[in-house]
């Protein structure tokens, strides 16, 4: 027997070596636990705490039914149906369940996806109505699950579908009001960052939590009058399909205000299938995102701009030799003219002579040519009051400027001037055409457009946005005589075209199209610049255009019946009292 | 240094029966009560886990309730090894073997036959499962069994003073070694287990007085052997690799995952912990929460206090039983004693070194906390003999007294056991 047993020196080395490892253990444990504690912490946060959105609802978008908002677009919730394979008991359980109830809105050979190999996340079916999800849920199928979330419902249609733009799959607006307001609509997402178990549940452990609200979008209610943007639509689809048109856009402002209450174009699309327009095109709003040559409805603003110098008077008289000629190049007039000798600008504006309006501009100068003091008062008045060829700042997506060239450009020369007295070479929208025209039918008071008329707040109460406040950019008298004159010009030319009591107005416009940077020969931009009400007050402004492809027409046989059908309709539907 | 006690120790019968240190049931009641806790506050996150991760239907209480089931059956065990006197165990000590062999091959066979009662994991079956029983797993009895018959072996051995004989003392207890280790580490791979049980065996050579020289050469033979098996298994190597990059691995990577989120769980405790139920790595970061993990698990609940604790709380049993050990006088309750020391030290210290990373994960349970069945029921059997001993432990004299003090005794020299006891 040996001695160190019997002392037990063999137990005290183990009992040494437990202590020293008992030791070594709790230093180890001192450095992880309380050293390295930060750095633990640090991995534990990117691994345990998972920031969950809580997404936002979108705005809803009116439009006014009168003074009434009705909505035009709403939110939908829509489950998406989604299984975990691994825990999936009941294969054709799910799959009979899913077809009956699902239809359509189920994906094909479900028989597969369920039986995945591998896979703990495999989606049956999409945009299920909130009716469908219960009765699947009803069935309490093992392994599936629903994810909820949101689309866009359109109550009237296709109606304004420019105008209302579309929210795409990533939950961003595009085009029209969906784009431009995209931010307000949208809202603020919450957030939720909470420390989670490993499937991402939170859990209420610790003070690492933060819960911030969703802040809702806004409700926009757009100045659209569905009515009047309704009829407006059919009118011009009327007529194109009458005359064989391919393309067309009509807007209707209230002058007095700049709302817009009306814009159709043609062709178009439903905003709940955008995903299955083959042209982009379509989804253009060409009322404020097509720019073009204006043609002879810039006259009014040529006229007003030599009222309102004192260059001349709508009674002045200049000599009409049916050509003018600047800086070497001859200006005539369009076929058909046979006002010749001395007449007045009213004759002109009449019978929308060239040679009137470059005479207008002549007298803005030395009365000989378009100096340098002629073009640098019309681009005063063109973009400085009337702002064409500039960004109207309208909350819809997409609006191009369109181009005025300023005389301090070797472009902006007498010839251009002269050019740009009957509506060519600038390139304007309809929007800023209709809202300088609004300034010349009301008084001269220059409204910025403007597509939204307020608000609809979380209880459903309307409030209408605070009035614009108008810029007087012309002398009232200016405009009342511009006025006066597209009066006399409408009434003189189209006889009998207006319900009688009411005091109408109006200027055609037949252009050249510019296609890939020259005038073509075979197609045209027809369009009327219009308005309607009282003697006392102008109630509206209409503006068409008709145009595309291979289309000849004049303002005057394609474009000008959809004014008068809009505008004698508008008279009744506004309730205006004849006089 | 040598006044006493020779003689003593070749009359072992002379030592009656006297009153047990019951001190090693409460360390072991409040290791159990800490573990129950901590399965209690983290088991339905783990029910909540596997419910989601593979479509089960545990209720939220199931692991507690199967955990107290478990606690209960093992102090039932501790009982009857407590109560059972240890001379059936030495007189049975080659049944106990045969046994533990036996329901090692048995499950070997039924793995051959693809039979439902093995029960396997990556081609490796460890378990008999036993239905609405649970499962066993057969290393524990062969463990029980090698310890019981080693310590008969070497104790008969040892009193005839053959302990040195290669021949007819080591050839034998290498051959029965290496067929437990056979069936352990090679059949059912579980290299954890096989380390524990050569832990049992060298810590019982040790004390069994074999000389140095020999336990050199042991040591050599393991570690070559050791080394042979980690390197045949890829799994095992990527353990290894795994722990030698260290943190600077990928948590993402598989193998690193565990180990680095243990440490994450430990990191996270900081002092105090973030107390009782608030364990986050439970739901589902941390693999083996309440199994080989709940180390890591107590360590993100209680804090480096609670975790120190509890590894006081260990060495202090531990420490019991070596004194247990030091005080028997017969030689095959010595071993007896060792071996259960070595099996306890061996789970404990592999496990939480894994755990902080000292080690590569071997994928053992740590006794009386984690949740397990046959593992905690074995071991608990373990001390309750361990315990049945300390009932014919000798105080006599005063030099066996001394040798406690560096041992974490708290009585003074020159007391007996019971002067301190009554006077405390």
Known sequence: MKLELIKGSRSRILAGCLMAVAVLFAVRLFYIQIIQHDYYQQLADSEQIKRLTIPAQRGMIYALSGSQPVPLVMNETVYTLFADPATVTDVQGIIKTVESVAGGNARPNLDKLLTTPNSRYQILATKLTTAQAEAIKKKGLEGIGFQQGSQRVYPEGGLAAQTLGFVDANGDGQYGIEGGLDAELKGKNGLLQSVTDIASVPLTIGSRNVKQPAVNGKNVVLSIDRNIQSYTEGALSRQLTKIGAPDG???????????????????????????????????????????????????????????????????????????????????????????????????????????????????????????????????????????????????????????????????????????????????????????AFSSLVN??????????????????????????????????????????????????????????????????????????????????????L??????????????????????????????????????????????IPPQ | MSRFGIARLDEPAANRRHRPDYILIVYVLILMALGAVTIFSVGPQHANLLNNAIGSHYSSNYFFIKQIVSLALSLVAFVLAAAVPYKYFLRYSGTLLVIGLAACLLLFGAQLAHLGIAECTLGACRWFNLGPLGSLQPAEILKFGLLVYLAAFLGAKLQKGDINEVKTTLLPVAWVTGLALLFIAVIQKDLGTAISLAVIVVIMLIM????????????????????????????????????????????????????????????????????????????????????DSVFAIMGEMFGFIGVTLVIVLFVALLMRILRVMDHLADQRLKLLAAGVFGWFGAHVVLNVAAMI?????????????????????FITAAVGLVFQLSGYTNYATNQKEETHEDSGSRRGIGRTRYASRRSS
């Open chain 2, 357 to 377: 990373g000292l080690i590569p994960l071997t994928g053992i349970t740590l006794p009386l906390l984690s949740f397990g069945g046959t593992s905690m029921l």
């Open chain 1, 249 to 435: 856009s009509v807007i209707v402002m209230n002058p007095q205000n700049g709302q817009v209450l009306a814009m159709a174009n043609w062709p178009t699309y439903d905003p709940s299938t955008f995903n299955t327009v083959t042209n982009p095109s379509y989804f253009n709003n060409s009322v404020i995102s097509s720019p073009y040559e204006p043609g002879s409805d810039i006259k009014t603003f040529t006229m007003a701009t030599g009222i309102d110098t004192g260059a001349v008077t709508p009674d002045s008289t200049y000599n009409n030799t049916g050509v003018v000629n600047i800086d070497g190049i001859d200006i005539h007039n369009a076929p058909g003219d046979t006002q010749f000798g001395n007449i007045t600008f009213q004759t002109a504006m009449n019978w929308s002579l060239n040679t009137g309006f470059v005479t207008v501009a002549e007298r803005l100068g030395d009365g000989q040519n378009i100096t340098l003091k002629a073009r640098q008062t019309m681009y005063d008045y063109f973009y400085n009051r009337f702002k064409l060829g500039q960004l109207t700042g309208i909350q819809l997506a997409g609006e191009l400027p369109g181009i005025i060239i300023p005389p301090s450009s070797p472009d902006g020369n007498a010839v251009r001037y002269s050019n740009m007295a009957f509506g060519q070479g600038l390139d304007v929208t309809m929007l800023q055409v209709a809202s």
């Open chain 2, 208 to 291: 069994s007085g074999v000389s140095w020289k020999i336990l050199g050469a042991v040591f050599g033979i393991g570690l070559v052997v050791g080394l042979l098996f980690i390197v045949s298994e890829p799994h095992r190597l990527q353990r290894v690799e795994t722990y030698i990059q260290g943190d600077s691995a990928s948590t993402n990577s598989g193998s690193n995952y565990q180990s680095q989120n243990a440490k994450i769980a430990l990191g996270t405790g900081w002092w105090l912990g973030l107390g009782v139920g608030n364990s986050i790595q439970a739901t589902g970061y941390l693999p083996e929460a309440i199994n």
């Open chain 1, 530 to 575: 219009g308005y309607g009400g009282t003697k006392n007050e102008t109630k509206y402004v209409i503006m068409v255009r008709v145009s595309g492809p291979h289309f000849m027409g004049s303002g005057a046989a394609a474009a000008m019946p959809i004014f008068t059908d809009i505008s004698n309709w508008l008279v009744r539907y506004l309730n």
């Open chain 1, 443 to 528: 008084g001269g008071k220059y409204y910025k457009p403007t597509v939204v008329a307020g608000s609809v707040d979380e209880y459903g109460d309307y409030h209408p946005a605070a009035p614009e406040t108008p810029t007087t950019y012309i002398k009232p008298s200016t405009a009342n005589q511009v006025r006066d004159m597209t009066h006399v010009a409408r009434t003189t030319v189209f006889v009998g075209a207006d319900r009688p009591g009411y005091y109408m107005g109006g200027k055609t416009g037949t252009s050249q199209a510019i296609v890939n940077g020259r005038y073509s020969n075979t197609d045209t931009v027809a369009t009327y």
